[in-house]
């Protein structure tokens, strides 16, 4: 059993706080299809929270409304403590999209992308300052890309560009990461990289952090919670709980993908 | 009024030409500053496709007998945040968008025009531009719409970088991505309409993305690319406009042929370079 290596920040996350983000009985479907179902899902500060299922199981639907860009059928979603629409400093949540669509037509470097992230919290119409280079460096230092700030972003590798995404939403210093398939297709260096990184968020901002992704090996000894969904939450416990089960995270990397596909 | 740049030698040491030169150099910043924005969105042709619509404007000044610089803005910038509309709710993918713009535009211009008195001369100026005809009146507009222009972009240049690097990111993000979009429209339809005097409402977009597309090569960064841009456009003016007096040619069209000639050397050059850096490491 892989106990969280994280032992002086896990009794702070099992103190009673208000979740960070919040679904409550939440239903969602694209016609008459439902997506996801009666989820019941709450990620608390200083938590590393894996939401995993097959393909199609509604997994980015529900981040989707968790952030507030679909709305739910029924149930609601709380975002620190309201309607994610009604929130004004978004920047709290920073956000590593699946895939990000960046089109290279003209190249911009890493900073210059990274920079983007500070722009919410600043202020967009604000030039940024002594503080927002340094909070720039740092999350660009966190995720090891210092020396390939000044870089065209479109020359750097798939696992290179994926850190460049999550360095941006760093630089806003969320108190709550939200990341969707991040590291599909990534080098191992990369994968070493984006668990320091994560962990340094929680350890060292007790930030939070909600991952979808098939591929939990990285930070499988990491995770306070796993969540499996397939259009309503099959599991929702430690690690430990689940490998009790027979599943795997980490320890044999193909078990949890095989495990859901045949759940799927 | 004296002018500043009134001492220039031959070809610009008329007044006229001196007019033209400062209003063309404009031309020669602002449009590729916001072109540069634009190459990035995938909307290349956007600056065509306002062009056409200024069209109508201008068919629509001169059959009410109004400034046609005017209506020419109303619907420029009508038809800028039309495109933009249709983009963003997808209802129309962006070429398609462009297109039902473009071809509106250029035949609503011409009804209004054929209605009117015909085409003349007055609407050959806003066609194919005549910058050696600028008054001082118009030559002072143009600059203050490139300073508009340009100081916009400069100062929202991270959140116009932002929106149209990655647009579902930037509304997550709770940046004011639809108004980012809207006023990267209005500064299309800005342009437009002050640089189609000069090089003409055919060739405005040129550029916009000619001296992008140069400098797309070589710019390390974005804000490299838009300098690179902006120096190829100042450039194309200054000798796109010398070269139109010293052989007598249509200044518009010139100035947009040094923009093209300047992108055909910088990617015959950088050819030239990679294939001599692969022989160097010993690659076919």
Known sequence: ?264 | MPWPIDQLPYPFELTFMQRALAASVAVGIFAPTIGTYLVQKRLSLVGDAVGHVAFSGVGVGVLAGLAPVATALVLAVAGAVGIEQLRARKKATGDLALALFFYSGIALGVVLISYGDGLNADVNKYLFGQPLTASSLDVLLILGIAAAIVGAAFVLRRLLLSVVIDEDWSTVAGLPVRFANNLLAVLTACAVVAAMRIVGILLVAAMMVLPVASAQALGRSFTGVIRWAVAIGVFAAVAGLAAARVWDLAPGGTIVLVAAAVFAVVGAVRRGVTARLLQREGRP
Do not use: C
Request: net charge negative.
């Open chain 1, 1 to 264: 059993m892989a106990a969280p290596d994280r032992s002086a920040v896990a009794p702070l996350a099992r103190e009673p706080s208000d979740p960070l983000v919040q679904a409550e009985d939440v239903s969602f479907a694209y016609g008459a299809s439902p997506v996801v179902a009666d989820v019941d899902l709450a990620v608390h500060p200083g938590e590393f929270v894996a939401l995993v299922g097959p393909n199609g199981s509604g997994k980015s639907t529900l981040l989707r409304l968790l952030l507030g860009t679909l709305r739910p059928a029924s149930g609601r979603v709380l975002l620190f403590g309201r309607p994610p629409e009604s929130v004004r400093d978004r920047w709290r949540v920073g956000y590593v999209p699946q895939r990000p669509v960046l089109t290279s037509e003209v190249p911009a470097t890493v900073r210059e992308i990274v920079s983007t992230g500070r722009l919410a919290q600043r202020g967009w119409w604000r030039p940024l300052g002594r503080n927002d280079h340094r909070a720039v460096d740092h999350a660009l230092e966190s995720v090891g890309l210092t020396p390939l700030a000044d870089r065209p972003l479109n020359e750097l590798s798939g696992g290179q560009q994926q850190r460049a995404f999550i360095a941006r939403a760093f630089a806003s210093e969320p108190e709550l990461l939200i990341l969707d398939e991040p590291i599909a297709g990534v080098d191992a260096e990369s994968q070493r990289r984006f668990r320091s990184s994560l962990v340094h968020l929680i350890e060292q901002h007790r930030g939070a952090v909600l991952l979808v992704s098939h591929e939990l090996s990285a930070v499988a000894r990491d995770l306070d919670r796993v969540v499996v969904l397939k259009e309503r939450i099959l599991f929702d416990g430690a690690p430990a709980e689940l490998m009790a089960e027979g599943v795997s995270l980490g320890i044999h990397q193909e078990d949890l993908p095989l495990w859901l596909e045949e759940l799927g």
